[in-house]
């Protein structure tokens, strides 16, 4: 029998083919379009705003062929990193899914960086005390409060060399007192009046509103005395909004964007999706302090998504001695 016709004869495909078979075409393939897809809509604070690119880029100036470490699958601060002609860019996320779903989104030529897909909390013995810059753009919300946060800072300051710097965004989920209906009514207001400003920019606008209210709508949804999120009233508030936009914007071309952020992101839908923590900078300083870091506190301006002060950025050196 030749080796063609003895496929014909296979009936019951093994468990390893059948697990390659699901991870090229089935749940990976899916993965990856969604994650792109995400992508493609997210807006500040999921990715990086310019402001906040501005920050980075203020930390990496004046370091020329720098060592460096992005926490996460971050295609504007791999940009930014390849530009600063980093001498060596290593890049560790959790999901292969979302290293291959960022491919496309940079604009800069990123054949040197190496991808590790591994757990930002496990120290890569080759960086130990070697990096100039570690950075990670809100990678830490999606830990465990205080003791994922604690690790991180420590692998951070385990791979810088002295004087290395971690820059890193946070968001302070303590919220402002606004009930969830005037986050909601704020957004659309918002959202109207620029795209009265700005009609052929109209869908553009809508990304970032939809981008910011799903984070504003976790504002203030802390368990009790606690940094970390409750996903139990954040869901209820998605599912409210859900309902409000969908019946306020009923054109097909607002559909995919509105089932996105506050459909197919609800915790009650997507675990993966669901923020984990949200301390103030007043909980996060002596925790990076305890660590060793000199820590440099970098606000961003009030009109930063999703509400003023929500957002905040970090600087902390590993000092020289
Ligand atoms: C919703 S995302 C966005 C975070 C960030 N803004 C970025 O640009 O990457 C959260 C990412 O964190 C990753 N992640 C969460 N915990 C991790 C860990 N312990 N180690 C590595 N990656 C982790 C997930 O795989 C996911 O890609």
Partial sequence: MTFLSSIGTVTTPSPRVRALRTSLTGER?????????????????????????EVYASCFRGHDAPRSLVLGATPELIDLLVEQRASELTVVDMCQEQWDAIQGFGRADWSSVEWICGDWLEPI????????????????????????????FEVAFDSLAPGGVFVTKAQDMTGYGATAREIFDDHVGRFE?????????????????????????????????????????????????????????GEARFQPIIDLFFE?????????????????????????????????????????????????????????H
């Fill in 29 to 53: 393939l899916e993965a990856v379009r969604w994650r792109k897809r995400l992508w493609s809509n997210a807006r500040a604070p999921f990715r990086p705003s310019e402001a906040g690119l």
């Fill in 125 to 152: 013995a080759s960086l130990r005390g070697r990096l100039d810059y570690v950075c990670c753009d809100g990678g830490t919300l999606f830990l465990e409060w205080s003791k994922g946060w604690r690790r991180l």
């Fill in 264 to 320: 197919e992101m609800d915790p009650a839908v997507n675990p993966r999706a669901v923020l984990q923590a949200g301390p103030p900078p007043a909980q996060v300083i002596p925790l990076l302090e305890s660590v060793g870091f000199e820590v440099e506190y970098r606000p961003l301006p009030p009109s930063h998504a999703p509400a003023p002060g929500v957002c905040y950025m970090l600087a902390a050196r590993r000092p020289l």
């Fill in 193 to 249: 009046a620029a795209r009265r400003r700005a009609p052929a920019a109209e869908l553009e606008h809508f990304r970032e509103m939809a981008s910011s209210l799903h984070v504003a709508l976790f504002l203030g949804t802390q368990r009790a005395g606690s940094a970390t999120m409750d996903p139990e009233p954040a869901s209820r508030r998605l599912r409210q909004a859900h309902g409000l936009l969908r019946a306020a914007y």
